[in-house]
């Protein structure tokens, strides 16, 4: 019941991001007013497969594959927020001076995290999803890893773009995960994505030789 609510939740969310996609194409700050929220999901028992998905954000793209991918592994979430939240003139892409984007080319930025996750002992695997900017995964990104200890883990990286491919994204990622952490290649979800196609992407990253 907690896995088809969960998604449930995500094919809600995916339904409002394509709604959202359509009308930003006519006023740009229709995507905040059209993308859902949802603040509390079903609690999962970690222990019985020890997989977290932590993922970052701004708007409801990312947010409606890790729902999926989640509800797919019977994972735990955990989104990663920004102590100060992005706005929607922020996350203009096509502004070289919003914000997202002189984070994204600034090698030194490390935007703040409202709160880090609690004990990581008890998730063997991590999954990390992100958007693209610049083709490059946002520096609040950096701050997580800067921040959290993955030793011993295997980390899953994914993201959701519409153009761009998976590429290096992940590089600078993986170089600050240490020497112990087990890194997979990471997948690139597309726009038009099912959740059934995002829950098999996932499963099948975790267990290739099936």
Do not use: H
Not at 115 to 143: E, H, N, R, V
């Amino acid at each position: 019941m907690k896995k088809l609510l969960i998604i449930l939740l995500g094919l809600m969310l995916l339904c409002g991001c394509v709604f959202a996609e359509e009308a930003a194409e006519e006023d740009p700050d229709a995507v905040t007013s059209a993308t859902l929220k949802i603040n509390r999901l079903p609690e999962v028992n970690a222990e019985e497969n020890g997989i977290l998905v932590v993922y970052f954000s701004p708007d409801d793209t990312t947010r409606a594959a890790a729902y999926c991918i989640a509800a797919g592994l019977s994972a735990e979430l955990f989104e990663i927020e920004a102590e100060e939240p992005y706005t929607a003139e922020d996350l203009d892409y096509y502004n070289r001076f919003s914000r997202s984007m002189t984070e994204s080319y600034n090698k030194d930025a490390r935007p703040a995290i409202a709160a880090l996750p609690g004990d990581l002992s008890k998730y063997d695997t991590i999954l990390i999803g992100y958007p693209l900017w610049g083709g490059m995964a946002p520096k609040i990104l950096l701050t997580f890893m800067e921040s959290v200890d993955l030793s011993g883990k295997t980390v899953v990286p994914f993201c959701t773009s519409n153009s761009s491919a998976f590429g290096s994204s992940d590089k600078d990622l993986k170089k600050r995960a240490g020497d112990s952490v087990t890194w997979k290649k990471g997948t690139r979800i597309k726009k038009g994505a099912t959740a059934e196609e995002i829950i098999g992407l996932a499963e099948q990253i975790l267990n290739p030789e099936e």
